[in-house]
Each structure stands twice: as structure tokens, then as C-alpha cells.
């Protein structure tokens, strides 16, 4: 349903009531916006000074290694993820206990456990095992894993999305279970699932944040090292959120792009697996 | 195991009740404050549909410990000082609420176009259609993603370690570096983060059940 079929066309009242209101909402957020300023100009947060830093060549180059670590720390985790949620889906589709089971299991337990809480088993409880790990690795594995579980349930959506009559046709013609997995309906979900992983690459572009508790230098770690030399706290951290809002949007919009040509291309708008496996990782 | 339940259970209490708090307030306050931004985005205010995206892109797209330290360690530097628990609670709630708009907006777009224009039809006002055919099914087609919402409000508490609270998950590591008890105290913990996801997935998908809707 499209919003505008809540109301109708505005009559005189109607849009007299209407353009009330946005007067009143513009000025409400006029008056939220000088508070801002006010309460950051009158603590000293604008002067030049704090800002000036971040047109400096030196600072530049900083963000832009650290943005590039925020990069490598995703593909990583994608890395892991991507095959591992394949891997968890298959074995959660599958016919064979032993196989559904184990899988089920694996995907449950790391959509249902924090990241952090992967993270902190990576840096606290493996070395008493003996098992010491890069920093490198301490970020991207608990990432990776958890969205492996998130992936496995994506790629489980979209050969669930496939008609049925696909599977039987394949049986029909004398194919065996796996080959019609394999070549029949495997590629469809495949190709109906990849705007869904580009969104959910998001979530690990989001996730990669935690390298400020690895002390791994993507953007959060390098603005914590700049603000201890700083002393900007406000500002570093306001011009990493625009980087990641950026990069996100970016993401997002190219997930959009590509699921809008996908279903001009199929002529089947309705299945949209990038509406029914939601962006919900909050952290 | 044994000391687990002899020395540390009062601080495994602790911070499960830290974490259903942070979750539990949360979920509630992100639940309201997305109503009013889906509210806003589906109005007819040009003003207001704008300021609706605009928050949305902003905060489904900042990672939550980027947005905690910002609020956390930044706003005393503005003249704010709100304290841990509430900046922390503050941070949950203004990304959830990004979360929860998208969520209840999708669940008004499953309306059919078809029986909101039948309403007018019948002379239903706006807010008659809202109250009688909208608001009911879009929240009964909702329950599972808001389920989902739970859970990422239960999961993104967690955070709240990162700034030295000490919840569930930040308890364990604290306990993990005094007693070296291996992976017992944190297999403790992730089974209680997923007897809650578990438990509140019953929950709605019960509810879900209970309340469907043939179309």
C-alpha cells in the first residue's frame, strides 16, 4: 500500500491544517538545530581550533589507512561468513538429521549470542587453551561468525523462495536431489539473495567497530589513538559517523539498485528476500 | 562450575538484571519513538516525512559503539552530562528507533491499498482507517520482525561493556580474569542470551498464531 492512499487529496481545510503544521515542524526543528549550535558554541566545541585537524594532510592520510583497515577487517569477516553461512543453510536444508541438527544448532547459538561476547571469548578464554590470536583475526573470526548465522538464514530464504515446481520438474526429468540442488534451484536463489547480501554487508561494515575494544586500527581504534592526542573527542568521532553513514548508505543504495534490476529483469516484484531477511542487527 | 555458582552467582544476577533493564527499556523506548517516526514518514508534512529519513539514514547507518562513545564520553563535553546508565539507555533507543520505524512502516505497507480505499469508500476518516483496519493488521503482520527487534535490543545491550558497565556480558569477562575458568563462564552466558532470544521468539511466534489473519 502506498501512503498516499491513507488520504485523500487535501480540500481547503485540509490543507490549510497541512501547511500549519509544517510551518510548526520547521520551526520546531529550527529551534532544535540553534539549541544544538547554542550548547556546542557556548561549551567551545565549534572554535576552529577543534576542527581544523581534520583538513590536515597528515590526519587525512590516517583516516584514509584507517578507513582501508575498516575495509580489509569487513572483507575478512565476509570472508568467513560467506562460506560459512552456506555451508550452516545447506546443512540446515538438508534431509539427514545428523546434518540438519548440528547445523540448526550453530546457526541459533551465534544469531542469539553478541558479538562482544564471541569477541571477549577470542581475547579472555582461548589463551588459557593455549590459543593466541592476531588482533587481525580476534576482530574478524567472532564477526564473521555471527554473520555466517545471519547469511545461512538468508541463503536458506532464498531456496526456500524457489517455486517448488522447480525441484519437481527436476525430479521429473530424472535428476538426482542433489544435482537439482545443485544446478536447478541453487543458481535461482542464489541470484535472488545477493541484493540481500549487500545489505547485510552493513551489518559488517557496522560490526568492524568493535576493532576499538581489539585495539585493531580501523576507524574507531584510530580515533581513539587521535582523540588521546587531541583532545577532540566530539569532532573525531561526528566525522567518523559521517564516514560510516556514507559508506552504509552507499551499501544500501547499491543493494537497492541491484534487487530494482533483478526484479525488472525476472518481472517478478514481489519477492523481495531483502524485505523478508531484515537489517535488524542494532550493535 | 562449582565456584561459578558459589562466589559469582550474585554477580551473574547482577548483570543479567543490568542487561534485561538496558534491554526492557530499551525495546520500550525505541518501540515509542519508532511509532512516531513511522508516523511521521507516512504523514502528509513534507517537513516531517524528510526529518523521518533523514534519522533513519543516520542511525540505522552509525555502528551503536560509535553512537555510545559519542554520547557516553562526548555530550559531557557539550554541558550534558546524562551519566552511564541513561546515555547508554539513550544510545539503545535512538538506534532501535531507526530499527522499529522501518519495522512498523513495513507492516502499514502490507495493508492492501485495496481495503484502505474501501474504507474511505464507507467515509472512514483518516483516523478511523488508522484505528480500525490499519493499526491492527499491520501490527499482528509485524510480531515476527518485532520479535527480531527484541532480540537486537537484547543483543546490542551488550555494548554497554565497551563503557564499563557491567552487564551479562561484561560480568563474564570480569569473572573470566579473576578465576581463568576457561570457556565454562562464557558458555553460561551465551546460554542465557539464547534461552532469552529463544524464549522471546516462542513468545511471538504464539502471539503470531494466536492473532493471524487469514487474507
Redesign the interface.
Known amino acids: 500500500?502506498?501512503?498516499h492512499?491513507?488520504?485523500?487529496t487535501?480540500g481547503p481545510r485540509g490543507r490549510a491544517t497541512?501547511r500549519i503544521?509544517?510551518m510548526l515542524?520547521?520551526v520546531a526543528?529550527f529551534a532544535l538545530a540553534a539549541l544544538v549550535y547554542w550548547?556546542?558554541y557556548?561549551?567551545g566545541?565549534l572554535a576552529p581550533s577543534k576542527w581544523r585537524t581534520f583538513i590536515q594532510p597528515g590526519t587525512l592520510r590516517y583516516f584514509a589507512d584507517a578507513l582501508r583497515n575498516t575495509a580489509l577487517a569487513a572483507l575478512g569477516a565476509a570472508a568467513i561468513g560467506l562460506p560459512l553461512g552456506l555451508v550452516l543453510a545447506l546443512g540446515r536444508l538438508s534431509r539427514r538429521r545428523w546434518l540438519r541438527l548440528p547445523s540448526t544448532a550453530v546457526i541459533?547459538?551465534f544469531?542469539?549470542?553478541?558479538?562482544?561476547?564471541v569477541i571477549?571469548?577470542l581475547m579472555?578464554?582461548l589463551p588459557?587453551?593455549g590459543i593466541r590470536l592476531s588482533i587481525y583475526a580476534k576482530l574478524v573470526i567472532p564477526i564473521g561468525l555471527c554473520a555466517a548465522a545471519v547469511l545461512a538464514e538468508v541463503f536458506r530464504a532464498g531456496v526456500l523462495a524457489v517455486p517448488r515446481g522447480q525441484t519437481e520438474a527436476g525430479l521429473a526429468v530424472g535428476l538426482r536431489e542433489g544435482l537439482v540442488m545443485r544446478i536447478v534451484v541453487f543458481p535461482q536463489a542464489l541470484r535472488m539473495v545477493i541484493p540481500a547480501l549487500v545489505a547485510q554487508s552493513?551489518v559488517v561494515v557496522?560490526?568492524?567497530?568493535?576493532g576499538?575494544?581489539v585495539s585493531y586500527p580501523e576507524l574507531?581504534q584510530s580515533?581513539k589513538v587521535l582523540v588521546a592526542n587531541t583532545n577532540d573527542?566530539?569532532q573525531t568521532?561526528?566525522v567518523?559517523?559521517l564516514v560510516?553513514?556514507v559508506v552504509?548508505?552507499l551499501i544500501?543504495a547499491f543493494a537497492q539498485r541491484l534487487e530494482r534490476r533483478m526484479n525488472r529483469a525476472r518481472g517478478m516484484g514481489r519477492v523481495s528476500i531483502l524485505?523478508r531477511v531484515?537489517?535488524?542487527?542494532?550493535? | 562450575m562449582d565456584v561459578l555458582l558459589r562466589d559469582y552467582s550474585d554477580d551473574f544476577l547482577a548483570g543479567l538484571w543490568l542487561t534485561l533493564q538496558l534491554t526492557g527499556i530499551g525495546f520500550v523506548g525505541a518501540f515509542v519513538v519508532g511509532t512516531v517516526l513511522a508516523v511521521f514518514?507516512?504523514s502528509?508534512?513534507?517537513?516531517?516525512r524528510v526529518?523521518g529519513t533523514l534519522y533513519v539514514?543516520?542511525f540505522?547507518?552509525?555502528?551503536?559503539?560509535?553512537?555510545l562513545?559519542?554520547v557516553v564520553?562526548?555530550l559531557p563535553?557539550?554541558?550534558?552530562n546524562l551519566g552511564f546508565y541513561w546515555s547508554v539507555i539513550l544510545s539503545?533507543v535512538a538506534?532501535?528507533a531507526a530499527?522499529a520505524c522501518?519495522?512498523l512502516r513495513?507492516g502499514?505497507?502490507?495493508?492492501?491499498?485495496g481495503q484502505?480505499?474501501a474504507a474511505?469508500a464507507l467515509g472512514l476518516t483518516?483516523a478511523g482507517?488508522?484505528r480500525e483496519l490499519?493499526v491492527p493488521q499491520a501490527l499482528r503482520t509485524v510480531i515476527g520482525?518485532i520479535v527480531?527487534?527484541f532480540?537486537?535490543?537484547l543483543?546490542?545491550s551488550?555494548?554497554a561493556?565497551?563503557v564499563g558497565m557491567r552487564e551479562l556480558?561484561a560480568t563474564?569477562?570480569y569473572i573470566?580474569?579473576r578465576e581463568?575458568l576457561?570457556?565454562t563462564?562464557?558458555a553460561v552466558?551465551?546460554a542465557i542470551?539464547?534461552a532469552?532470544?529463544?524464549g522471546a521468539a516462542g513468545f511471538g511466534s504464539v502471539l503470531e498464531r494466536r492473532l493471524r489473519v487469514l487474507r
Request: charged share 10%.
Open positions: 500500500m502506498s501512503a492512499a491513507l488520504f485523500d487535501q497541512v503544521v509544517t515542524s520547521v526543528a550548547q556546542l557556548r561549551t566545541q541459533e547459538l544469531r542469539a549470542v553478541p558479538v562482544l561476547l571477549y571469548v579472555f578464554a588459557a587453551y552493513v557496522k560490526d568492524t567497530a568493535f576499538y575494544v574507531m580515533g573527542l566530539i568521532y561526528l567518523i559517523t560510516y553513514v552504509n548508505v544500501s524485505a531484515r537489517r535488524t542487527a542494532i550493535q | 514518514r507516512i502528509p508534512i513534507p517537513p516531517l526529518a539514514e543516520l540505522r547507518n552509525v555502528p551503536l559503539v560509535t553512537l562513545i559519542l564520553y562526548g563535553y557539550a554541558g550534558l539503545i538506534v532501535g530499527f522501518e519495522t513495513s502499514i505497507n502490507a495493508v492492501s491499498t484502505v480505499e474511505r483518516f482507517i488508522c490499519v520482525p527480531t527487534l532480540i537486537g535490543i543483543l546490542s551488550s555494548l561493556a565497551v556480558t563474564v569477562a573470566n580474569n581463568a576457561g570457556l563462564t562464557f552466558a551465551a542470551y539464547v532469552l532470544s529463544l
